[in-house]
């Protein structure tokens, strides 16, 4: 009865490829959002997204592109991946009226 | 935009002391500050949050505190004990429903020795 999952739990790829990470909640949630830790533990949103708004952290390239499904759904692709891209990347979803949010348990994307 | 500061970066203490993180944030707007620990190979886990109408808010040991005023709030865990071991991440945003955009703290390292 996992809440919120993630897969793949770990990703290995050469720089150049393209890939993506599949989150799902259970929970009913509203919105649901991506969020990138780096080696240091910094995490920083990148994504913010519901059935009528996403929210783009500028920062991020645009390399990067969210795609939903389904409102359980919100898959992360990677295009042209890169060396700074290796980090561990969390998924998160929240209700649509509540500020807590729940996260997955990550996926560790190491690119060589 | 937000900035949230935290200290200190990595906390050690014994089983049974009380520990306190601190956090400060810019944006006098923000008006919600969560509290999260992550454990090792997991993802964040909400322990612990605040809202701006509100100066304390206690749930058995852990006790979170907040400044409007001074714009900083302080997580207070105490009995520590080796479970409490964890990276403990604060937060802070504004505005309520899905479009809130959090900004996190870089994390303070707790280690509680037995």
């Known amino acids: 009865d996992t809440a919120v999952s993630q897969t793949p739990k770990y990703l290995v790829t050469q720089m150049g490829n393209d890939k993506s990470i599949k989150c799902e909640q259970n929970?009913?949630?509203?919105?649901m959002y991506w969020y990138k830790q780096d080696s240091k533990k910094f995490l920083k949103i990148m994504f913010s997204?519901?059935?009528?708004?996403?929210?783009i952290n500028e920062t991020v390239p645009n390399r990067f592109s969210p795609k939903s499904p389904d409102k359980a759904h919100l898959n992360l692709h990677i295009n042209s991946l890169e060396l700074g891209d290796s980090a561990v990347y969390f998924c998160?979803?929240?209700?649509?009226?509540?500020?807590?949010?729940?996260f997955g348990p990550g996926t560790r994307l190491t690119v060589l | 935009g937000e900035n949230v500061e935290q200290h200190p970066s990595t906390l050690s203490v014994q089983e049974g002391d009380s520990a306190v993180i601190k956090c400060t944030y810019s944006?006098?707007?923000?008006?919600?500050f969560p509290w999260y620990k992550q454990e090792l190979g997991k993802g964040p886990q909400l322990i612990i949050d605040?809202?701006?109408?509100?100066g304390e808010k206690k749930d058995q040991r852990i006790a979170v505190t907040l400044n409007k005023t001074a714009k900083h709030f302080s997580l207070h865990i105490t009995e520590t004990q080796p479970e409490d071991s964890a990276v403990y991440f604060c937060?802070?945003?504004?505005?309520?429903?899905?479009?809130?955009?959090?900004?996190f703290g870089r994390g303070t390292s707790l280690i509680v020795h037995p």
């Open positions: 929970l009913g949630h509203d919105t």
């Open positions: 998160a979803s929240s209700q649509a009226r509540e500020d807590t949010q729940y």
């Open positions: 997204y519901n059935n009528k708004e996403l929210i």
């Open positions: 944006d006098s707007a923000s008006n919600y």
């Open positions: 937060a802070a945003s504004k505005g309520s429903g899905g479009s809130y955009i959090p900004t």
């Open positions: 605040i809202r701006s109408n509100v």
